[in-house]
């Protein structure tokens, strides 16, 4: 039984561009939720979705958004990437309300 | 608001030497969740435990226990007789608790635990 994966697993980029993750969440679960986490700091909410739709969302600029496809899959886009984007992104994903969030790997992204 | 504060940055321990992690939370909501999460490493964050803000009963988990107390708002861990392999990062995290999905974390910064031999 896959858990979270993630895609890619590290990235590169220059300031001004963008980017997109992938994340498919673990078998049987419908909600995909999307954190960053800057170098020696807690994980940030950056949005939720369920059913395809954006649900919940953190402070975070309308620089980052996301989709949610039909099997439940995810992608996080970031445009205008700054310096300060550089982080690890982690992708977490659960079912129905009130059940542990399981999370993927990462994919750790580097601004230069 | 929801915050949650772990006042320890890192802690070194000998194997077998009993540890605690300490993790303080603020919220205004009446129900919520507390957990505790691992990331070792490879950076994946794994999940060790759950409570409800109803449930203040202490639970064990072989090596693992949590002491939570409403009181003073407090939700701590004990790793007794620590491995190296304990050796992690450990988040403690808040949620309200939502019928709908999933309710966003809030972690504190984290407790870097090393476990030398």
């Known amino acids: 039984d896959a858990g979270v994966t993630q895609s890619p697993t590290h990235l590169i980029k220059t300031r001004g561009q963008q980017v997109t993750l992938r994340c498919s969440p673990k078998s049987g679960h419908d909600t995909v939720s999307w954190y960053q986490q800057a170098l020696g700091q807690g994980p940030q909410f950056i949005f939720q979705?369920?059913?395809?739709?954006?649900?919940q969302r953190g402070n975070f600029p309308d620089r980052f958004s996301g989709h949610q496809f039909p099997n439940y899959s995810s992608e996080l886009n970031v445009n205008a990437l700054l310096l300060g984007d550089s982080a690890l992104y982690l992708c977490?994903?659960?079912?129905?309300?009130?059940?542990?969030?399981?999370f993927g790997d990462g994919t750790r992204l580097s601004i230069l | 608001a929801q915050k949650v504060t772990q006042a320890q940055t890192e802690i070194s321990v000998v194997e077998k030497e009993d540890v605690t992690l300490d993790c303080v939370y603020e919220t205004r909501d009446t129900t919520y969740y507390l957990f505790w999460y691992k990331q070792p490493p490879s950076g994946e964050l794994v999940f060790l435990i759950r409570?409800?803000?109803?449930?203040?009963q202490n639970e064990i988990s072989g090596r693992y226990s949590w002491n939570f107390q409403k009181s003073t708002s407090s939700f701590n861990f004990t790793i007794t007789a620590s491995q190296v392999v304990d050796s992690a990062v450990y988040f403690c995290?808040?949620?309200?608790?939502?019928?709908?999905?999933?309710?966003?974390?809030?972690f504190g910064t984290g407790t870097r635990l090393q476990v030398t031999l």
């Open positions: 979705y369920y059913e395809e739709e954006e649900r």
């Open positions: 409570r409800n803000s109803f449930d203040e």
């Open positions: 977490a994903s659960s079912f129905g309300g009130n059940q542990p969030q399981h």
């Open positions: 995290a808040l949620s309200e608790v939502d019928t709908g999905t999933a309710s966003k974390l809030t």
